[in-house]
């Protein structure tokens, strides 16, 4: 990952935005302090399973325990709620359970 400080960003925003575009990452720092990362909103170059990786590295996804079984989640049957019973009402209620 590439670092600049606000003032080498603002002197060279045009170059750092080009290297951006090209998959860099770029993390703006203030007195040697990060505040800010300028990285491609554009996800077409990135394999899903690269995107996926990323995700478990930052700690905001965990990686799966076993491979998915498409087959049995196929035929698996839909829960059905009983009747005059609302699904809202049900997520409400677990989440004030879990406070």
Not at 20 to 46: D, F, Y
Not at 59 to 71: F, H
Request: proline fraction near 6%.
């Amino acid at each position: 990952m590439k670092r600049a400080s606000v003032s080498e960003a603002k002197d060279n925003l045009s170059g750092l935005l080009h290297e951006v575009r090209q998959g860099e990452t770029v993390l703006i720092t203030h007195h040697g302090e990060p505040v800010a990362r300028i990285e491609s909103c554009r996800t077409e170059h990135v394999a899903p399973d690269d995107a996926a990786a990323d995700l478990v590295r930052q700690g905001l996804a965990t990686a799966p325990r076993a491979p998915l079984d498409v087959e049995r989640v196929l035929k698996a049957r839909l829960p059905r709620l009983p009747a005059g019973i609302s699904a809202s009402r049900l997520v409400v209620a677990e989440r004030a359970n879990e406070r």
